[in-house]
C-alpha cells in the first residue's frame, strides 16, 4: 500500500508541469488527497487537496499561493491524482509531496503540514529557475 509521486522537473519561470500521484495496493476512496510541499529552510505546507469521501467528494482546496495557477484533479478508474502546474514561480521551488489522510475533506488537514496524514509519497523536486 503506497503512494507514488512523480513528474517533477526543473523548468523556467512562467512554465508548467503535471505531477502525479499513483495509489497502488487500494483504493482512494474515502480519502482526501492532498499535495504538499516543502522549501529548503522552511515547513511543510499544503499546497492543494481534493476529497474522495462520499459526503465531501470533489470538494477542493488551493492554497492563496498557488490558485488560479495550480488544478487538481483525479482519475478514479487509474487511482491517480494530479497537479497540474502553471506559471511556475521561482518561489515554487520545492519537494512536492503527495499524502493522503482516511476522512471527509478538512480545511485544517488540507491548509496544513500533513502531519495526520495515514498515507505519504515519496517526494518529486520542483525547480523553478532562470
Known amino acids: 500500500v503506497q503512494l507514488q509521486a512523480s513528474g517533477g522537473g526543473s523548468v523556467q519561470p512562467g512554465g508548467s508541469l503535471r505531477l502525479a500521484c499513483q495509489a497502488s495496493?487500494?483504493?482512494?476512496?474515502?480519502?482526501?488527497i492532498a499535495w504538499f510541499r516543502q522549501a529548503p529552510g522552511k515547513e511543510r505546507e499544503g499546497v492543494a487537496c481534493?476529497?474522495?469521501?462520499?459526503?465531501?467528494?470533489?470538494?477542493?482546496y488551493y492554497a492563496d499561493s498557488v490558485k488560479d495557477r495550480f488544478t487538481i484533479s483525479r482519475d478514479k478508474t487509474k487511482e491517480m491524482v494530479y497537479l497540474e502546474m502553471k506559471s511556475l514561480k521561482p518561489e515554487d521551488t520545492a519537494v512536492y509531496y503527495c499524502?493522503?489522510?482516511?476522512?471527509?475533506?478538512?480545511?485544517?488537514?488540507?491548509?496544513?503540514?500533513?502531519?495526520?496524514?495515514?498515507?505519504w509519497g515519496h517526494g518529486t523536486q520542483v525547480t523553478v529557475s532562470s
Open positions: 495496493g487500494l483504493s482512494l476512496d474515502g480519502f482526501v
Open positions: 499524502a493522503a489522510k482516511r476522512s471527509g475533506y478538512s480545511y485544517y488537514y488540507c491548509s496544513g503540514s500533513g502531519t495526520d496524514s495515514n498515507l
Open positions: 481534493v476529497s474522495n469521501s462520499a459526503s465531501t467528494d470533489g470538494i477542493k
